[in-house]
């Protein structure tokens, strides 16, 4: 299978998140004002890893997505070297999906058109919350009014297709917070919503501070209501529930992402992005000494890299893990095809329980497997659990 999609990391942010576990350089309140010679070093090594790995390569690329980070906070100049390498080293669709992420408060009008003129016609607007308390809670750097005044930007340039991000299970978060979240994203009408569940991750701020469960973080069945609210609500607003945490109007669903969720190959690079190719996984270092000896190496090696082939065990759990986090669930004709008979019968012998339950949907006429929506994706995690025992 082709390569078609391209993961570009940009580490910088003024300061880290609470909850973020991502690999991210802080360069403070000035970052973004000026070239620096560190995002010059960064970007340089990035071009370098890109021309390397990409060389004699004759691949289309349908999507390329910049995530972090803040690829707001990169200097324009800095992006438009990464654009040049790109188009240099691949096949560029002229109908790509080309994404960016960006925080409320780290750019202008005149950046955003600068982002239009580069090709640039998604964005990926991290909002989390509209509440400042919680925004100030989580270590966001932005405001209420930042986001405002950051989405008519977004219009006034006419970037129609846009996301916007939020967070539920926030310390302090309640559900009047959370439905008031929902109801004025839904009021900013963007293309696209995501909706994330907080992750306590080890080594972050929250996950030294807090353990699940324990005040003041919203109680599991809080967290559960905020998902349903979410589900309905935007399901009722004509949004698509298309994959457990993400809604999209008709047409407008992330064409990278389904990259990810149908476990089809993709490049990543960057500080501790990772690339599928040819059924094999690499995930670059994540500290920034690491990756520029990780390029070096590389490039001695002529784009050589060491990497380790999936298990067809793990490939079967993968591909059912990602493809039953959409709606449109996994077909298992075509995993008879590539894992056989037997898989799928104990595949189907383990979700008894769950299908039973309407949790799990099976349809023997097109030998679809989905989870229902919201009950089969709040309860994702067990269903998961049970194919993993069962494998």
């Not at 990409?54 to 070297?81: K, Y």
């Not at 698509?240 to 990278?256: D, P, T």
């Amino acid at each position: 299978m082709s390569i078609s999609a391209v993961y570009i990391h940009i580490p910088f942010c003024r300061r880290r998140c609470f909850y973020c576990d991502f690999p991210v350089t802080v360069l403070g309140d000035s970052a973004g004002s000026k070239y620096s010679n560190w995002q010059k070093e960064y970007v340089s090594f990035l071009c370098e890893e890109i021309a390397v790995t990409a060389e004699n390569n004759s691949a289309i690329i349908e999507t390329i997505f910049f995530g972090g980070g803040t690829p707001s906070l990169l200097h324009l100049q800095g992006l438009q070297e990464i654009f040049t390498t790109i188009h240099n080293c691949f096949n560029v669709s002229k109908n790509a999906e080309i994404s960016l992420e960006i925080d409320p408060a780290t750019f202008n009008l005149e950046q955003l058109q600068e982002y239009k003129k580069l090709g640039i016609n998604r964005l990926s607007l991290g909002v989390q919350s509209f509440q400042d308390n919680l925004l100030a809670n989580c270590g966001r750097t932005h405001s209420l009014n930042d986001i405002y005044q950051g989405v008519n930007y977004i219009h006034e340039v006419g970037f129609d297709n846009w996301s916007l991000d939020l967070i539920s299970g926030l310390p302090q978060q309640t559900l009047s917070d959370w439905r008031e979240s929902v109801r004025r994203a839904l009021d900013l009408q963007p293309r696209h919503i995501s909706c994330y569940d907080l992750v306590l991750e080890s080594g972050t701020v929250f996950g030294k501070k807090y353990q699940a469960g324990d005040k003041p973080l919203p109680p599991d069945d809080v967290s559960a209501q905020m998902y349903c609210i979410a589900s309905e609500t935007l399901r009722e607003n004509g949004y698509q529930h298309y994959e457990i945490c993400n809604y999209a109007s008709q047409g407008y669903e992330s064409r990278h992402n389904l990259t990810y969720w149908r476990n089809q190959p993709y490049y990543g690079f960057g500080m501790g992005a990772a690339s599928y190719v040819s059924n094999k996984r690499y995930t670059r270092p994540r500290t920034r000494q690491e990756y520029f000896d990780f390029v070096r190496q590389l490039q001695q090696n002529q784009g050589y890299m060491e990497v380790d082939t999936t298990e067809e065990t793990d490939q079967l759990l993968e591909t059912l893990m990602l493809g039953l986090r959409l709606q449109e669930g996994v077909n298992l004709a075509d995993i008879e095809v590539k894992f056989g008979q037997n898989i799928v019968s104990r595949i189907l012998h383990c979700l008894q329980p769950y299908i039973k339950d309407n949790w799990v949907i099976f349809s023997e006429s097109n030998s679809n497997l989905k989870l229902t929506d919201p009950d089969g994706f709040l309860y994702s995690n067990t269903v998961l659990s049970s194919l993993f025992v069962e494998f």
